[in-house]
Nanobody, 120 residues
Framework: VQLQASGGGLVQPGGSLRLSCAPSENIFSMNTVGWYRQAPGQQRELVAAIAGGGAINYADSAKGRFTIARDNAKSTVYLQMNNLQPEDTAVYYC???????????????WGQGTLVTVSS
């Protein structure tokens, strides 16, 4: 199974994007999922995370602008990003803990990343 991140693109400052993260095949369950980003020359950082039970954590830079949500029926996690600024430019990665089958092991997966560019 792979995690597929999508929804990146070029947007002007103040604009919005919605990123999606979903597994490439049917799974039993997906527990905590996090969105991370890595700007050129910088370390990867957590942007937002949502636990299987729904608890949410945001980086300070995301609070008030980004919203993470999950659709368990679709095994998909979204990151709604509003009021994007040039400093949000980065490759965004999703990370998830997946149990592929009933009774299977919980394993960590990373998506391939989707580029978000905020520029006028």
């Amino acid at each position: 199974v792979q995690l597929q991140a999508s929804g990146g693109g070029l947007v002007q400052p103040g604009g919005s994007l919605r990123l999606s993260c979903a597994p490439s095949e049917n799974i039993f369950s997906m527990n905590t999922v996090g969105w991370y980003r890595q700007a050129p020359g910088q370390q990867r950082e957590l942007v937002a995370a949502i636990a299987g039970g729904g608890a949410i954590n945001y980086a300070d830079s995301a609070k008030g602008r980004f919203t993470i949500a999950r659709d368990n029926a679709k095994s998909t996690v979204y990151l709604q990003m509003n009021n994007l600024q040039p400093e949000d430019t980065a490759v965004y990665y999703c990370n998830g803990f997946i149990r592929r089958t009933i009774g299977g092991r919980l394993r960590e997966y990373w998506g391939q990343g989707t580029l978000v560019t905020v520029s006028s």
